[in-house]
């Protein structure tokens, strides 16, 4: 005789009566989880989150990349032909009209290798800004890690800014860059890329969670933008700062931060590893360029930490705010 409470069914047969026991009265498995083992809905691991769901952050980029050039005649080729076409409108006006090229040899090398590190920067941080937004119907109908469309955004803005270091390494190579290359300058080019993307995935997480509720982000971004570029030593070289400071009167710490921008430091690490290669005039580095970016490394990490807090703590009102 069992000890469970069996309903015999008429006109069935022993193997159906012992199918229907066996489905009808088997003992609850939940009853002995601890209740610590489970999630709450809708609670995010943060960034971790994006080696946790892997396939759906390459189905995001793979979607990003794809989708960017869609209908386009030109396609990827618009990747050479709008960075080529800010290089020639900077260096004809600033540098030939302007004569901002004075006293620095090679200046196109100069000049591109800036640009491209703005580039990365410059469409990293805003896409990040805009991806919840521009995801909106994602992220009201489903759960899935918001953090993977920040990250995303960075990474097909990197697969972009692949074919700009392509020509510009091309334009060195003929240079006889190959020659003076060395260890350093490969590891200068890889800390600026890696430097400038955490930077900008940290300002866009803040930013992005700030522009579901207040879209006046976006506009915060675009001003912020502008300024890089003219906040970098892009168009001019970085002695033109310190000597306009002395002559104001500024303190030494003024420039010191200006070299401790994530931006500046990427900027100068790839003037180390393309333009300085290629040009022999004996101009000054950036003082303790080593030093300052370890401690540009500490800032971009700092900007993603804080802009990771600022995000899981707004996120939980993403789906009503949008």
């Known amino acids: 005789m069992t000890d469970y409470n069996v309903r015999v069914v008429a006109g069935r047969s022993p193997r159906t009566f012992q199918k229907t026991e066996t489905v009808t009265h088997r003992p609850d498995l939940f009853t002995r989880v ?48 709008r960075p080529a076409a800010q290089f020639l409108v900077f260096w004809i006006v600033l540098g030939l009209f302007l004569d901002l090229e004075r006293g620095i040899p090679n200046y196109a090398v100069y000049l591109f290798s800036g640009i491209v590190v703005i580039n990365l920067f410059s469409e990293g941080y805003k896409n990040a800004t805009t991806s919840i937004v ?47 290359i060395s260890i350093l300058s490969i590891l200068a080019a890889l800390a600026g890329m890696l430097l400038i993307m955490l930077f900008a ?33 892009v168009l001019y070289y970085w002695t033109m700062v310190q000597d306009a400071m002395k002559q104001l009167g500024w303190p030494d710490w003024v420039l010191e931060l200006y ?32 030093l300052n970016t370890l401690w540009t490394f500490l800032i971009a990490l700092a900007t993603l930490f804080i802009g990771q807090a600022v995000f899981r703590r707004l996120e939980g009102r993403f789906a009503q705010d949008l």
Not at 273 to 285: C, K, N, R, S, Y
């Open 259 to 290: 070299l401790l921008n994530p931006i500046t430091q990427a900027v100068e690490l790839f003037h180390y590893a393309f333009w300085a290669p290629v040009t022999d005039a004996g101009l000054p580095l950036p003082p303790a360029l080593a």
């Open 134 to 180: 521009n995801n909106a119907p994602l992220v009201r109908k489903v759960y899935l890690p918001r953090q993977l469309f920040a990250i995303s955004a960075v990474i097909v803005a990197f697969v972009h800014f692949l074919p700009q270091v392509a020509l510009l390494l091309i334009v060195c190579l003929l240079m006889g860059w190959i020659v003076n």
């Open 201 to 233: 995935l940290g300002l866009g997480l803040l930013f992005g969670a700030v522009n579901v509720r207040f879209r006046d982000a976006e506009n915060i971004v675009e001003l912020f933008l502008l300024l890089a570029t003219w906040a970098s030593p």
């Open 34 to 81: 601890p209740r610590a083992d489970f999630d709450v809905p809708g609670r995010s691991g943060g960034l971790f989150d994006a080696f946790r769901w892997h396939y759906l952050l390459r189905l995001l980029v793979r979607t990003g990349v794809t989708t960017r050039y869609r209908n386009s005649v030109l396609g990827w080729t618009w990747s050479y032909v």
